[in-house]
């Protein structure tokens, strides 16, 4: 008898192998995918400006990055003794604006780059929630616990989500033709917006991004978008592991099994199997990097270290990587 309901997935085209060139930008769970690609050393470039979770900062990003935006003073604002940007997540704020201003410029910079050269770029969206700053009128990427009060909350529209990702494809597509653009909804829980009010956010995110999939399909020879697709992430953590115990004690976000399992479905889907026994050479030397030996000064380490060392120097020779 089966007590659960697997997703069953299909290997997508273009798949990423070591000469890809990944750019992911999005939500906390973009972090995760992030974590494991670097863990495996592919090449890939993450959240240059932190955590973004509305569709709206992320274009923000992007739209900053491609025009290369130069971030001055009149961008900024000092509070509880560090200079912030509503831009970016509080991980870029500094002491000092200089500081602040160089972080921001020199990500800008590197994000325009990264975007221009990049074989593929996910994008996870987290929420449709957003908090317009009263005195700008602007959506903010970060709140930076400035009191709610100066904030108005809106939920983001299907069309306006749709507009807002438009804009994106097409940004990307005017300085990087032949790229190709993976959605993915964070599977994270906001419960602070309420318990309805999440699943509102997170519907609206799904059929924005299916209604843009379904217009670049019909609208392909136009060559306006690129190549465009999707990752279930948001369906797998709730519709096939659909239980608490794949939840972290807040209950809220994914544990490390959960991470895992999703991870391997990626695999499955966007990795190219002609590189899994690469990957499986990779796991083996970084699990041979973190070992901590008993004894490390005996005969038998020390022999261990120089096959580790041996194996390491061969496939950064086969692949170019570092590590």
């Known amino acids: 008898m089966n007590f659960r309901t697997n997703i069953l997935l299909k290997p997508e085209n273009n798949q990423l192998d070591y000469n890809s060139n990944l750019v992911l930008i999005g939500s906390c769970f973009s972090e995760n995918i992030s974590k494991k690609l670097h863990y ?6 993450s959240n240059p400006f932190g955590i973004l979770f509305n569709p709206i900062a992320i274009e923000t990003l992007i739209t ?5 935006k130069e971030y001055a003073e009149k961008d900024i604002f000092y509070l509880n003794e560090r200079w912030h940007c509503f831009d970016a997540h509080s991980d870029l704020s500094a002491i000092s604006k200089n500081e602040l201003l160089n ?8 994000t325009n780059k990264k975007l221009t050269t990049a ?8 929420t449709s929630w ?3 700053n009263n005195e700008t009128a602007k959506i903010v990427g970060n709140c930076h616990k400035i009191p709610q009060k100066q904030f108005s909350k809106a939920l983001l529209s299907v069309d306006e989500i749709v507009a807002s990702l438009t804009a994106i494809c097409t940004l990307i597509k005017n300085i990087n033709p032949k790229v190709t653009i993976i959605f993915t909804v964070s599977p994270v829980r906001h419960l602070k917006d309420g318990f309805v009010e999440n699943m509102q956010s997170k519907a609206h995110l799904l059929t924005a991004i299916h209604q843009l999939i379904e217009i670049q399909k019909q609208d392909f020879d136009s060559a306006l978008l690129p190549e465009l697709s999707y990752f279930p ?10 239980d608490y115990r794949f939840y972290n004690g807040d209950m ?16 499955q889907v966007w990795i190219d199997k002609k590189t899994f026994p690469i990957l499986k050479e990779v796991d083996t030397i970084q699990k041979g990097l973190a070992h901590k030996p008993f004894n490390p000064t005996s ?8 096959n580790l060392h041996q194996k390491i120097i061969e496939l950064e020779n086969q692949l170019g990587i570092k590590f």
């Open 40 to 45: 495996f050393k592919f090449n890939t470039f």
């Open 64 to 68: 900053n990055a491609i025009y290369k």
């Open 103 to 110: 972080n921001l410029n020199t990500s800008i910079k590197a």
């Open 119 to 126: 074989s593929h770029i996910l994008i996870t969206l987290g």
């Open 130 to 132: 957003v908090y317009r």
């Open 233 to 242: 992430s948001y369906e797998i953590m709730l519709d096939d592991l659909r």
């Open 252 to 267: 809220l976000h994914p544990n490390e099994t959960a991470i895992n399992y999703i991870w391997d479905q990626f695999k």
């Open 299 to 306: 005969a038998q380490h020390q022999l261990f270290l120089k």
